[in-house]
C-alpha cells in the first residue's frame, strides 16, 4: 500500500495551492476525479479581493464580510481572512498569476457589498482560469504527484486519526488503498444539487459526505448562495454573468424594460445578491417571465469588450451581441456557505483530516459570502493548513463558532406515498422547486422525507455517476434538513413563513453522524 505524507483530494486552487506549499514539507500525492482543471475555480471570473490600496484596509475588508455574514460570521477567522490577504495575494504574483493592471498598479474593481475597489481580476474576467492554470503548471513543473480520474471514496480513520483513505480507479472501476499521514479535502461545492446552477459537473458535495461518514462535523449547511444572474438562454447550460459587469454599471430590467432594483433595496442594482435574486424572482413573476435582463448597453463598447472579453465573446458565441442587445438573466445556484466544520487551521474533529476552499466551512463567510471571498479564503486556511501540519503550530483549538452550536443528527422520517425514482435530474428539480431561493416549511419537509427514503434505498455505490448520486443525496439532505430547523431567514436562507431574522437563531447547526 503507498504512503504518502499528505494526501490532497482535489485540484482547484485550495487543492493545488496547498500541493505547492505541502511539497516543501514532505512527499504529497493530489487525487483528482477528472482531469486537473476539472473543477469551479477555473470559471471564476470576478475576481479575488484583498485590501491592497491605500483607500482601504484589512478592517475595512473585515467589515464588509461581517456585515455579508448577517450575524453568523466566525470574527477571528475574518480577522485571519483580510490580514493574511496581502502576503497570500504576493504569493500568487510569485507564482507569476497575470493580474490585470493599470498605469503599472495591481488594477481594483468594485462588487456588490464591498465598501472600496478591492477586487483583483485577471484576464478581464478569466481571474480562476488564469490562477488554475499557472497553479496546475507550477504543481507539475515541481514533479508533484496527480492522479487525474482517481475519486476519493471513503475515509479510513484509526482510532480516531486518519491513516488513508479509498479510491476509484474511474477508468477501471477498480477501488484502491492509500495511506496518509494528513489528508486534505479540496473538494469544492454542490452546485449540482440544483437544476439551474453555476458549477461545474464535479460540484457534487463529495467532501460533505466523505468527512460526514467519517464522522466528520459539518455546519452552516443551510446557507447556499444563489447568483443573482446566471445566463438564461434555452438550450445553453448556465453561464455566470460575474457581478463585476454590474459593478462596471450595468443595470437590471425586468421583461418590460423597467429598471426595478432601486425599488428594492438602496443600493439598487448593488444590493447584496440574495436581496437582488430575490428580487428577480419576484419580477420574474410580477411579469410572467422565466427571465429579467442585464442592460450594459449604455457603456462604451471598448469597456464592455476589454473589461468582459470572455463574457462578450460566450455571449456573442450564442447570438447575443451584449455592446447592443440586453442579457437575459435568472438566478442560479452557485456557493455552497456551509462545509466540513474546521477551526481557523483548517482542522476538523478528526485528526489528520484537514479542508480547504468551498467544502470547508471556516467560519468567515457567516450566513452570506461576500463576492470573491471564496478564492482568497481557500489560499489564506490552506497555507495554515500547512503551517499546522508541518508542527510549527502547537495550539489547540476547536472548530469555528463553537459557542453557538446546535447539534443535530440525522433521523428515521416517515417514507413517502409516492416516491420518485432517485435520477440526478430528479434531484436537482426537487432542490430547486422545494430547497431554492425562496423556502418554505412543507415544501422542505416534503423534500427531506423523499431525501431521507433515497438515502435508506439506495444501492451501495460501485462507479462514479452512483458515487455522485449518493454523495448529493446525502449533501442535500444536510442542506433540506437545516432550511427546515431554521426557522428564520437570514443571509442567503429565506423562509417565506418566517421572514424575518431572529437573535434566537443567532447560533449554528452542526450535523454530527
Ligand atoms: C461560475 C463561477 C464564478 C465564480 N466567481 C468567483 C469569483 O469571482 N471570486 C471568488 O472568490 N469565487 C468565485 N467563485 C467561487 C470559487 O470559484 C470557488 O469557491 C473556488 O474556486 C473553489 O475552489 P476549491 O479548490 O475549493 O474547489 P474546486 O475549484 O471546485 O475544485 C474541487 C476539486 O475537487 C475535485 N474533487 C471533488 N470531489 C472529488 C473526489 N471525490 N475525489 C477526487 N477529486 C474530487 C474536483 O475534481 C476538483 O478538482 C465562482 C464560482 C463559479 C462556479
Redesign the pocket.
Known amino acids: 500500500m503507498n504512503q504518502y505524507d499528505y494526501i490532497i ?7 493545488l495551492y496547498t500541493a505547492l506549499l505541502a511539497k516543501e514539507q514532505g512527499s504529497v500525492l493530489v ?4 482531469s ?1 482543471d ?12 484583498a485590501a491592497i490600496s491605500k483607500d482601504d484596509s484589512p478592517e475595512l475588508h473585515s467589515k464588509d464580510t461581517v456585515n455579508a455574514g448577517d450575524g453568523l460570521s466566525d470574527e477571528e477567522a475574518v480577522h485571519i481572512l483580510v490580514n493574511e490577504a496581502p502576503a497570500r495575494i504576493a504569493d500568487l504574483v510569485n507564482y507569476r498569476v497575470p493580474f490585470d493592471t493599470l498605469d503599472g498598479e495591481i488594477a481594483l474593481t468594485m462588487e456588490a457589498a464591498h465598501s472600496v475597489p478591492r477586487v483583483l481580476h485577471a484576464g478581464g474576467d478569466a ?2 482560469e488564469y490562477i ?1 492554470v499557472t497553479l496546475s503548471r507550477a504543481v507539475r513543473s515541481s514533479g508533484i504527484q496527480v492522479l487525474e480520474d ?4 471513503e475515509i479510513l480513520v484509526e482510532k480516531g486519526k486518519v491513516n488513508g483513505m479509498r ?1 476509484l480507479d474511474c477508468r477501471t472501476g477498480s477501488i484502491e488503498e492509500l495511506q496518509c499521514r494528513f489528508l486534505i479535502l ?4 454542490a ?1 449540482q444539487l440544483f437544476k439551474y446552477n ?3 459537473d ?3 458535495g ?2 460533505i459526505a ?1 468527512a460526514f461518514n467519517a464522522g466528520a462535523e459539518i455546519v452552516d449547511m443551510e446557507f447556499f448562495q444563489f447568483h443573482p444572474t446566471g445566463l438564461r438562454i434555452p438550450g445553453v447550460l448556465p453561464f ?1 454573468i ?1 457581478e463585476a459587469v454590474r459593478g462596471e454599471g450595468g443595470v437590471l430590467r425586468n421583461a418590460e424594460g423597467y429598471r426595478f432594483m432601486p425599488d428594492y433595496h438602496p443600493k439598487g442594482d448593488m444590493a447584496p445578491r440574495d436581496v437582488v435574486a430575490r428580487s428577480i424572482l419576484y419580477e420574474m413573476k410580477k411579469t410572467g417571465s422565466d427571465k429579467v435582463f442585464i442592460d450594459v448597453t449604455h457603456l462604451p463598447p471598448h469597456t464592455i469588450t476589454t473589461r468582459f472579453p470572455h463574457i462578450y465573446r460566450f455571449c456573442l458565441d450564442h447570438g447575443l451581441d451584449i455592446t447592443r442587445d440586453k442579457v437575459p438573466v435568472a438566478p442560479a445556484a ?2 455552497m456557505i456551509g462545509g466540513i466544520r474546521t477551526n481557523s487551521w483548517g482542522e476538523t474533529n478528526i485528526d489528520g483530516l484537514f479542508a ?4 470547508a466551512c471556516t467560519g468567515v463567510h457567516g450566513a452570506n459570502r461576500l ?6 479564503e ?1 489560499i489564506v486556511f490552506s497555507k495554515r493548513i500547512v503551517e499546522k501540519a508541518r508542527g510549527k503550530v502547537r495550539t489547540k483549538e476547536s472548530a469555528s463558532g463553537k459557542d453557538k452550536a446546535m447539534y443535530c443528527s440525522l433521523s428515521q422520517r416517515p417514507i413517502p406515498k409516492a416516491l420518485p425514482v432517485p435520477s440526478l435530474t430528479v434531484l436537482q428539480q426537487l432542490h430547486w422547486d422545494k430547497v431554492g431561493i425562496i423556502r418554505e416549511s412543507q415544501g422542505l419537509n416534503q423534500a427531506a422525507d423523499i431525501l431521507a427514503a433515497w438515502q435508506q434505498s439506495l444501492r451501495p455505490p460501485t462507479d462514479q455517476p452512483s ?1 455522485e448520486l449518493s454523495n448529493l443525496i446525502l449533501t442535500g439532505r444536510l442542506l433540506t434538513e437545516a432550511a427546515f430547523i431554521r426557522e428564520e431567514s437570514r443571509g442567503a436562507h429565506f423562509r417565506s413563513d418566517f421572514p424575518e431574522s431572529s437573535p434566537r437563531w443567532q447560533r449554528h447547526i452542526v450535523w454530527k453522524k
Open positions: 483530494v482535489g485540484s482547484g486552487i485550495g487543492g487525487i483528482t476525479k477528472g486537473i476539472d473543477c469551479n475555480t477555473k470559471y471564476a471570473q470576478g475576481g479575488i479581493a481571474t480562476g488554475e482517481f475519486m476519493a471514496t479510491v479540496a473538494t469544492g461545492g452546485g453555476t458549477n461545474s464535479i460540484a457534487t463529495d467532501g466523505l455566470l460575474s452557485h456557493y480547504t476552499g468551498e467544502t463576492a470573491s471571498n471564496s478564492l482568497l481557500a458515487y
